[in-house]
């Protein structure tokens, strides 16, 4: 029991403050891009002649841009407004919760580079797929035409860009505490206190029907890829397979409860059933892809 508890503490503050630094970091660098990166500047760029290249834009400027829903969407909305091609917007909003830079360097970190990688390209042709195929089913017409209020990072500041970056940095990191300290207290736990033949006895499974049922839970658990990665990596160490914790992540963190009341707010209700389908599938196949490679 001693051990157990010594094991709890250690791996606590390892990770606890492992990922402090990471968030710090990469927060502030994220910071000064999107100041070079304006909504404006966006939206003049998907906005180009060439179609094709608009949709790996759309993926890309995802990938950099917003951390969460509360942003994702209200800017989406402004593209949509400004008459940005909707494929490429929709490669937006797929890409902008699920491949964030911290979302991508925690993953590096937790479970590996290879992990990160796979994720990285995998996702990528994902979103990329998921704008085209909307655009082919007409799902243009489903939109309302409205606008939502949001704390998108596109706001006015005032002081110099380093300044602005640590600002930036601490006002992404201050409301992530209460998460980052829970999944890393649950991560430690399981390192601690779980035995590895438990996880493997219930939850190692890693064949398409553990991972479909990962990638459906993880919708209502609405669990933030802030809690879940270290958790994640908990599991995984435990003898999780490492495809059904992905496809749980993708499933908690690509189509949040949060975030499907504020696109019901922008779409109507045949939006939203393929938009929820598009991230179970992309949940499901990025999973049995994870397994497959890895």
């Known amino acids: 029991m001693t051990d157990s508890i010594l094991e709890f503490i250690k791996t606590f503050f390892m990770l606890f403050f492992e990922l402090l630094a990471l968030f710090i970091v990469v927060s502030f660098i994220v910071s000064l891009i999107q100041q070079v990166i304006s909504e404006e500047k966006i939206k003049k760029i ?119 970056a640590l600002n930036d940095a601490w006002a992404f990191l201050y409301p992530m505490l209460p998460y980052l300290f829970i999944g890393v207290f649950i991560g430690a736990f399981i390192y601690g206190f779980v035995p590895a033949e438990f996880i493997t006895k219930y939850a190692s499974g890693d064949g398409i029907f553990s991972i479909m049922i990962a990638s459906v839970i993880g919708i209502p658990m609405y669990i933030r890829p802030e809690t879940m990665l270290p958790i994640a990596e908990a599991l995984v160490s435990k003898g999780m397979s490492m495809g059904t914790v992905i496809a749980l992540v993708i499933g908690g963190a690509g189509a949040s409860i949060p975030e499907v009341v504020m696109l019901s707010k922008l779409f109507k209700k045949k939006f939203l059933v393929a938009f929820i389908s598009a991230i179970l599938i992309v949940a499901i196949g990025t999973g049995l892809i994870v397994n497959l490679i890895i």
């Open 46 to 164: 998907l906005s180009r002649p060439n179609k094709a290249v608009n949709y790996l834009l759309g993926t890309l400027f995802g990938a950099i841009t917003p951390f969460c829903s509360c942003s994702t969407i209200p800017i989406l909305a402004g593209l949509l407004n400004s008459k940005v091609p909707f494929g490429p917007s929709m490669s937006f909003l797929i890409a902008s919760p699920l491949m964030n830079p911290v979302m991508i360097f925690m993953l590096w970190a937790l479970l590996g580079w290879e992990i990160a990688l796979v994720y990285f390209i995998v996702l990528s042709i994902f979103s990329i797929l998921t704008g085209l195929i909307f655009s082919k089913l007409n799902l243009a017409g489903t939109y309302k035409g409205v606008t939502v209020k949001g704390d998108g990072f596109f706001s006015n500041k005032q002081g110099s860009r380093v300044k602005q």
